[in-house]
């Protein structure tokens, strides 16, 4: 049996010895590499933080001092630690979130999966603590080196250093990468100390300073507050970037060495004040296969053999971002005023291949999506045309950049939302739904939404053609399926997909969804409903075909992946009404609620959102006999059909 078998909470760690901790990392790493290579999931980061993860339920005590994990791609060891070592469906529906989540655990303090805002929870918290009298409790933050690339960590630092009267340990998981490298100053700056002669000095220094502390000398320490600080930094001036702030550092040391660690960890805990420790760790650390992805050293991986790290996934055809990629390297060889921008996300939002034939047209701002946005801004101002490549979930936090810095000074800004909609496995604060009600309301935009390869390549050289307005282009996670051919392209750009018998029904298919559309028509055709299918392409502005189809239809049906509060049907609905057109608008789209992980197609079915369901509600509609809201098969829904006709 495993040691990790024995561990039911983290205070079954006390009484292990250090050669029961180590033998408890290999046996955490063994689980993590088995597990995580059936089921898919964020592999690199957690090997990189086991030792770390279990010197801090060591030293300090869960829940009563919450850890706060930024990001929490990296809290698989925080789970197994604190109980919850069945990973067989991890990031499936009934199995472990892939994050944080309070449900799982009195542990999981912080569930969004968004990087950066760990030091300011932290910082609320703990000033809580200390205002209402439990000055017995500590707050641990756990942040990596790439989410201080964004600027609400430096936020954050600046006012914990307003108030030195708690107890709080800001650790900085420094493994130089956050999906890959870390880029920029603070990156470079990092570096330096992980690789110079002097770190390996005062790692050796602070380890022995360490292991001769004892109880009475720690008391000095926490008495003189400082001279151990500057014992600690006399090799090197990393400290004073911490130490400009009034926050005391210590560090670094190494993140795989228990003793130094728990030493470590130890002295920041009795030190009384915000306290900064510098852990150096290794991405992947353990497992050759990911020590050696220079890509993102198995950040997130699908399921993989677990001894070689190959991917066994089956082959699922061309993805929505290689059509991405593949098409800006084309618009970039005939425009060289387009540059290309993300967030510290170079390759999973398809930019590598645009970085590597343009090298001088590529900016990786890091974790800094409001940076990235005003920037564009500016660029745009200076006669470039920016596309801005981020994952929808990500685009949330810059929305005030679009409105104020471009959409307000009439930029030529293009925005390339990668996993937009419902996007399965990683839970609510990565579903990509927001998009669409959050940007439709910003003054000017022109916003596509592309149904296939075809499409998706038309609309980005749209996009880009645009110089007096933000434009956005978004697509979902996966691949990209069969291309879909239009039987007309009206005047405005509207596609018709399909027509078939009387006017009944118009539905308007958004992006993906008109595969969808598509399909339900067919059933509705089998009912003797006509029905015309239609995609708008550019969903914003509404093109004034829509109003006129409308016009001529019983009903209309708007479809989304998107949430129907705010989505493009309720933009449909109020430009009809401005013209006049009362036909009725039937608006499906995903609910406003927080979605947990599930797959895709799972989600998708409990919203409503597949062609059998539809059908079912339209039929009932459109014969006004309201079919009982149960899902029926498609045998069921033409009883009932035939049924609603005899009655």
């Given at each position: 049996m495993s040691l990790l078998s024995s561990i039911g909470s983290p205070r079954d760690l006390d009484a292990l010895t250090s050669a029961q901790l180590r033998e408890l990392a290999g046996d955490i790493r063994a689980f993590l590499?088995?597990?995580?290579?059936?089921?898919?999931?964020?592999?690199?980061?957690?090997?990189?933080?086991?030792?770390?993860?279990?010197?801090?339920?060591?030293?300090?005590?869960?829940?009563?001092?919450?850890?706060?994990?930024?990001?929490?791609?990296?809290?698989?060891?925080?789970?197994?630690?604190?109980?919850?070592?069945?990973?067989?469906?991890?990031?499936?529906?009934?199995?472990?979130?892939?994050?944080?989540?309070?449900?799982e655990s009195p542990h999981d303090v912080v569930e969004s999966s968004h990087a950066s805002s760990s030091l300011s929870w932290a910082d609320g918290v703990s000033r809580a603590f200390s205002r209402t009298g439990r000055r017995d409790r500590h707050v641990v933050a756990v942040v990596g080196d790439g989410a201080l690339t964004g600027?609400?960590?430096?936020?954050?630092?600046?006012?914990?250093?307003?108030?030195?009267?708690?107890?709080?340990?800001?650790?900085?998981?420094?493994?130089?990468?956050?999906?890959?490298?870390?880029i920029g100053g603070m990156a470079r700056y990092l570096n330096r100390v992980r690789t110079t002669e002097s770190y390996r000095t005062l790692h050796r220094g602070s380890t022995d300073?360490?292991?001769?502390?004892?109880?009475?000398?720690?008391?000095?320490?926490?008495?003189?507050?400082?001279?151990t600080h500057g014992f600690l930094s006399r090799?090197?001036?990393?400290?004073?970037?911490?130490?400009?702030?009034?926050?005391?550092?210590?560090?670094?040391?190494?993140g795989h060495d228990f003793t130094t660690l728990i030493e470590t960890l130890e002295l920041a805990k009795e030190y009384g004040a915000p306290v900064i420790v510098h852990a150096i760790t290794e991405k992947g650390r353990g497992y050759a296969p990911a020590r050696s992805d220079e890509a993102d050293q198995f950040h997130a991986v699908g399921r993989i053999d677990p001894v070689t790290g190959e991917s066994l996934a089956a082959g699922g055809g061309t993805s929505w971002t290689d059509v991405f990629a593949d098409e800006l390297v084309e618009v970039g060889a005939?425009?060289?005023?387009?540059?290309?921008?993300?967030?510290?996300?170079?390759?999973?939002?398809?930019?590598?291949?645009?970085?590597?034939?343009?090298?001088?047209?590529?900016?990786?701002?890091?974790?800094?999506e409001q940076h990235a946005v005003a920037s564009a801004a500016g660029l745009a101002y200076g006669g470039l045309h920016p596309v801005v490549a981020i994952y929808a979930t990500f685009m949330n936090r810059a929305f005030d950049q679009v409105l104020m810095d471009v959409a307000l000074h009439r930029a030529g800004v293009t925005?390339?939302?990668?996993?937009?909609?419902?996007?399965?496995?990683?839970?609510?604060?990565?579903?990509?739904?927001?998009?669409?009600a959050i940007l439709q309301i910003v003054p000017n935009i022109r916003i596509a939404v592309p149904r296939d390869e075809a499409t998706l390549r038309e609309e980005l050289r749209e996009a880009v053609a645009v110089e007096d307005a933000p434009t956005v282009v978004r697509y979902p996670k996966g691949s990209v399926g069969a291309d879909l051919p239009a039987i007309e392209r009206l005047d405005d750009g509207v596609d018709v997909l399909v027509r078939s018998g009387a006017e009944d029904v118009l539905i308007v298919g958004i992006g993906p969804m008109a595969?969808?559309?598509?399909?339900?028509?067919?059933?509705?055709?089998?009912?003797?409903?006509?029905?015309?299918?239609?995609?708008?392409?550019?969903?914003?502005?509404?093109?004034?075909?829509?109003?006129?189809?409308?016009?001529?239809?019983?009903?209309?049906?708007?479809?989304?992946?998107?949430?129907?509060?705010?989505?493009?049907?309720?933009?449909?609905?109020?430009?009809?009404?401005?013209?006049?057109?009362?036909?009725?608008?039937?608006?499906?789209?995903?609910?406003?609620?927080f979605i947990d992980h599930a797959a895709r197609e799972q989600i998708l079915e409990d919203a409503g959102l597949v062609p059998a369901k539809i059908a079912q509600d339209i039929v009932a509609q459109v014969l006004g006999t309201r079919i009982p809201?149960?899902?029926?098969?498609?045998?069921?829904?033409?009883?009932?059909d035939v049924w609603s006709r005899q009655d």
């Open positions: 590499v088995e597990n995580v290579s059936r089921t898919g999931g964020h592999l690199g980061p957690n090997l990189g933080v086991v030792e770390l993860t279990i010197a801090l339920h060591r030293v300090f005590d869960s829940p009563n001092d919450p850890i706060i994990f930024d990001t929490g791609h990296q809290s698989y060891v925080h789970k197994l630690l604190t109980g919850r070592q069945d990973f067989e469906k991890l990031r499936s529906r009934g199995g472990l979130a892939g994050y944080p989540q309070r449900a600027g609400m960590t430096w936020e954050a630092l600046n006012n914990i250093s307003d108030d030195n009267d708690r107890n709080l340990v800001i650790i900085v998981n420094d493994n130089g990468r956050s999906y890959a490298p870390t300073l360490a292991r001769r502390m004892g109880p009475a000398a720690r008391a000095v320490y926490r008495g003189v507050r400082g001279g090799f090197t001036n990393n400290a004073a970037l911490y130490s400009n702030l009034d926050i005391k550092y210590l560090g670094p040391v190494d005939e425009r060289h005023d387009v540059i290309a921008m993300t967030a510290a996300m170079l390759r999973p939002t398809g930019l590598l291949p645009f970085a590597q034939r343009f090298p001088d047209r590529v900016y990786d701002v890091g974790i800094a925005f390339v939302l990668d996993r937009a909609g419902v996007t399965g496995p990683d839970g609510p604060s990565h579903h990509g739904i927001w998009d669409l595969h969808v559309g598509v399909e339900v028509a067919d059933r509705l055709r089998a009912q003797g409903i006509g029905a015309t299918v239609v995609d708008p392409r550019w969903v914003v502005p509404v093109q004034p075909s829509i109003v006129t189809l409308a016009a001529s239809h019983r009903l209309v049906i708007t479809i989304e992946d998107g949430i129907r509060v705010g989505g493009i049907g309720t933009r449909v609905r109020q430009v009809l009404r401005e013209a006049g057109v009362d036909t009725a608008v039937d608006e499906l789209g995903v609910p406003d609620e809201v149960a899902r029926q098969t498609d045998s069921e829904l033409r009883a009932v």
